[in-house]
């Protein structure tokens, strides 16, 4: 079983910027990350392949929001640029245990998942 560990999450006031990490204790392939706001279903917000060659992203963090994975391929950051309030949720982050040729952005896509970190964007 693999252990996902984010951190990196915090209060920042909008218009700034963030980079939250997930560590694995072991190999994964596709690895994403998640966000869900109180009240609401956790969202995709963005996912990056095993080699890192090939990223998506939703909409709604799409040219604010940069993902990314170290060389070793354990750990994934997500960079997120010009918060606004709406980005304020739980952050979480998600890893398969296989690989596949499609694009990853539904919760059930993935096997592994961290414990979430708080991001908090102030007006």
């Known amino acids: 079983q693999v252990q996902l560990v984010e951190s990196g999450g915090g209060l920042v006031q909008a218009g700034g910027f963030l980079r939250l990490s997930c560590a694995a204790s072991?190999?994964?392939?596709?690895m994403g990350w998640f966000r869900q706001a109180p009240g609401k279903d956790r969202e995709f917000v963005a996912s990056i392949s095993w080699s890192g060659a090939s990223t998506y992203y939703a909409d709604s963090v799409k040219g604010r929001f940069t993902i990314s994975r170290d060389n070793a391929k354990t750990t994934a950051y997500l960079r997120m640029n010009s918060l606004k309030p709406e980005d304020t949720a739980v952050y979480y982050c998600?890893?398969?245990?296989?690989?596949?040729?499609?694009?990853?952005?539904?919760?059930?896509?993935?096997?592994?998942w961290g414990q979430g970190t708080q991001v908090t964007v102030s007006s």
């Open positions: 998600a890893a398969r245990a296989s690989s596949g040729s499609k694009w990853y952005d539904s919760v059930g896509d993935y096997d592994y």
């Open positions: 072991g190999h994964t392939y596709a």
